[in-house]
């Protein structure tokens, strides 16, 4: 914009800025329209993106419900927590199974006891008078001075000299605390009195007249290794380390070649070993009793430890590993839902899974079978499906009330003027009441409200008979007409058909929504080398399944049902098409995400006839659950609303929404307004400085002709 050259009315003595001001206030009623609409734009678009985050959060609990797995909650508790517990999976069977517990399964172990260099004189005493001398002893954590007077302490032997050391610490920790002996080479040993739990014992030098020296000892000496201590300056009781020519302790465990270089500490030695996963180790130091072990991480038996000395190192030898204890399986009995019992199983690990239950064995105890009860988990399903209920209640309540609300068009956006002229207060309120009604009787709104209530009320041809209407699940329409639709749910209702017939909640709610059932199976199923195509997604693939499976056994039934689905996953990719087995052993396909899809016979042998099905058995998506439905007229609804309003993360310059595509083209007219206005205003002020400058001249000459009309008359 051009710099306007302002007058200030000396000559006229008029105030050109208020008159140019008042024109301008007329000249700007189209550029404050247009701003005025660009601001209601945008407030259409913010609710309308309000709107979609609702749909958006609501479509993903309708995705949720749309899973198998949504409804195959079980819970499993077990009559004795103290042998067995149990989780159960989605492929679990409600039932009783029965687990007992003959031996667990354990990892192998390596130890080395009492590994560190026993503290002792480092040669003969030889002068055993202490009188007037005094060192410390740290023993648990606590620090005493053992200290003799000048009138005592005057030993004249070794035994005079331990028996002396000894009254001292009895006296400073209590008896049979620390042990002080004489050693075979005349010298003195301090031990733990306890030979299993062996608290570290460390000699400080005295305060007045040392006594360590004399007694061949070193400030600091101490009874147990320290982890910080580098390598090279350990002291074993084998003896201390040894290594290669380059400084590196060398050795193998478990096939894992391990270098460690002799300025580093035990801890890192240790750390070293266990964040190496080959190795499978965990290699731990026990303080307490001054033991080293070595265990596999995976249980078992056969899974040994292989320690070996690498170049120039001793590492197995100076620590002196000297116990092994080998791993087991685990051994237990056990009884699946159909009463069929299997002794004697063998398993390397603790935590099993058999039948869609998974066990973990905590105590052995043969006496008696441990009974583990999975049923239903109730409240979970009613959960979940309250959950979505909830938020299908507030969403439905959102867009009626905006739909709903009357606008007042006495409050229309407010130009930059009149917020000049009121607080923040006054704004905030004003433009809430100005928002108001933006979106009533809005028809997209209304459209989405009125396809979702349809397709709640509808009828589920392929759910049971008896529960194909969601009010016969305890769901129904508020009678209360200012609700507008919401639903309300009857709890004991809907827990009573989870309970007693879960399947039926399953095929209403989403399995009828994306399934196809075959023929009741029985006895052997054999499919190996069988195979059948599917066509899903606008592809076929041909799957080719493998094995024979007893389906009158539980674990018989979750074999096969694993191996079909593994085919599925590999041929046709990850819950593309899954395949479950219903209490009346018939197979059902599913597509989790709603795809239609059809079976056709196998190239050479064919699987479909043993599987229960024929050849061209389809599934048309175009019946679906109530779910799936939901989920597709949501999918629908916030395209669509995304096609008017734009993401939340658009931008001005990538928005080509209706409204984005609407703002922008009020932005360019409000820009060439602002240009027109500019010009118009430079054009008063031009004109006004204009006549400033006649009525200045005018003056000039008046002025001019008064004064010589004076002199003249003079």
Do not use: C, H
């Not at 480092?122 to 648990?140: H, L, N, P, Q, R």
């Not at 009138?151 to 000894?166: C, D, I, K, N, R």
């Not at 030979?195 to 030098?205: A, L």
């Not at 590492?315 to 009463?339: C, L």
């Amino acid at each position: 914009m051009a710099t306007i050259q302002r007058v200030t009315g000396l000559a006229s003595g008029m105030d050109y800025e208020s008159i140019v001001e008042k024109l301008m206030t007329a000249e700007s009623a189209k550029l404050n329209k247009y701003k005025q609409t660009k601001q209601i734009y945008e407030w259409q678009q913010e609710i309308y993106r309000d709107v979609n985050t609702s749909l958006s959060s609501l479509k993903t609990s309708a995705y949720n419900l749309k899973l198998s797995s949504a409804y195959n909650a079980y819970t499993a508790e077990s009559d004795d927590t103290s042998v067995v517990t149990a989780t159960a999976t989605s492929s679990a069977e409600a039932g009783t199974y029965s687990v007992k517990v003959t031996q667990l399964a354990t990892t192998t172990q390596k130890s080395a006891t009492s590994i560190s260099a026993a503290l002792e004189s480092s040669a003969e005493i030889t002068d055993f008078d202490v009188s007037g001398k005094d060192f410390t002893v740290t023993f648990d954590g606590t620090e005493k001075t053992l200290s003799w007077s000048s009138s005592e302490g005057s030993y004249t032997t070794l035994a005079e000299l331990q028996a002396g050391l000894q009254d001292k610490i009895d006296d400073a920790f209590g008896e049979n605390q620390v042990t002080v002996s004489t050693t075979t080479s005349n010298g003195i040993q301090f031990e733990a009195a306890n030979s299993v739990y062996k608290s570290n014992i460390i000699v400080g030098s005295g305060t007045t007249d040392d006594a360590l020296v004399q007694l061949n000892f070193s400030d600091g000496d101490q009874s147990q290794i320290d982890l910080d201590t580098d390598l090279e300056d350990l002291k074993f009781a084998n003896g201390s380390l040894t290594f290669d020519t380059d400084g590196n302790l060398n050795f193998t465990i478990n096939g894992s070649n391990f270098s460690v270089a002799k300025t580093d500490s035990l801890q890192t030695l240790i750390t070293t070993v266990n964040n190496d996963e080959d190795a499978d180790v965990i290699m731990a130091y026990d303080s307490d009793k001054d033991v080293l072990t070595i265990k596999r991480k995976s249980s078992g038996a056969g899974k040994d430890i292989t320690l070996t000395d690498g170049d120039g190192g001793n590492f197995s030898t100076a620590v002196g590993f000297d116990a092994t204890v080998a791993g087991k399986n685990a051994i237990f009995s056990y009884i699946d839902n159909d009463g069929v019992e299997t002794d004697n199983i063998e398993k390397a690990s603790n935590t099993v899974t058999l039948d869609g239950v998974t066990f973990k064995l905590l105590k052995a105890d043969d006496t008696e079978f441990k009974s583990i009860t999975v049923s239903q988990n109730v409240d979970d399903v009613y959960d979940k499906i309250e959950s979505f209920v909830t938020q299908y209640n507030e969403t439905i309540d959102k867009i009626n009330t905006l739909v709903e609300e009357d606008r007042d068009y006495d409050y229309q956006p407010l130009t930059s003027d009149q917020e000049e002229e009121m607080t923040d207060e006054e704004i905030e309120t004003w433009n809430t009441k100005a928002k108001a009604g933006l979106l009533s009787k809005d028809s997209a709104l209304e459209g989405i409200v009125r396809e979702m209530r349809y397709a709640l009320s509808s009828i589920v041809s392929g759910a049971d008979s008896e529960y194909n209407q969601l009010s016969e699940f305890g769901i129904t329409t508020s009678s209360d007409y200012s609700e507008n639709g919401k639903l309300e749910i009857d709890e004991d209702t809907l827990k009573g058909i989870i309970s007693e017939n879960p399947n039926a909640v399953y095929e209403f709610f989403a399995g009828a929504a994306s399934n196809l059932k075959g023929d009741s199976l029985s006895g052997t199923v054999d499919v190996d080398s069988k195979s059948f195509k599917v066509a899903i997604n606008g592809i076929t693939q041909e799957v080719t399944l493998s094995g024979s499976y007893d389906l009158s056994t539980s674990s018989g039934k979750t074999s096969f049902i694993s191996g079909i689905n593994s085919q599925l996953n590999d041929t046709l990719g990850t819950n593309q098409l899954i395949a479950t087995l219903d209490s009346n052993n018939k197979i059902v396909f599913s597509s989790p995400k709603g795809y239609s899809f059809t079976l056709n016979s196998g190239t050479t042998s064919d699987a479909l006839s043993v599987l229960g099905f024929s050849d061209g058995d389809e599934y048309d998506n175009s019946d679906q659950g109530i779910i799936p439905q939901i989920y597709n007229k949501l999918t629908t609804a916030i395209s669509s609303l995304v096609t008017k309003s734009g993401l939340s993360t658009a931008t001005t310059t990538s928005d080509s929404s209706t409204i984005g595509t609407w703002i922008s083209d009020l932005e360019e007219k409000i820009d060439e307004e602002q240009e027109r206005l500019d010009d118009v205003e430079t054009r008063y002020y031009k004109q006004f400085t204009a006549m400033e400058s006649y009525i200045s001249k005018m003056n000039s000459q008046s002025s001019w002709l008064s004064q010589y009309t004076s002199s003249s008359s003079s």
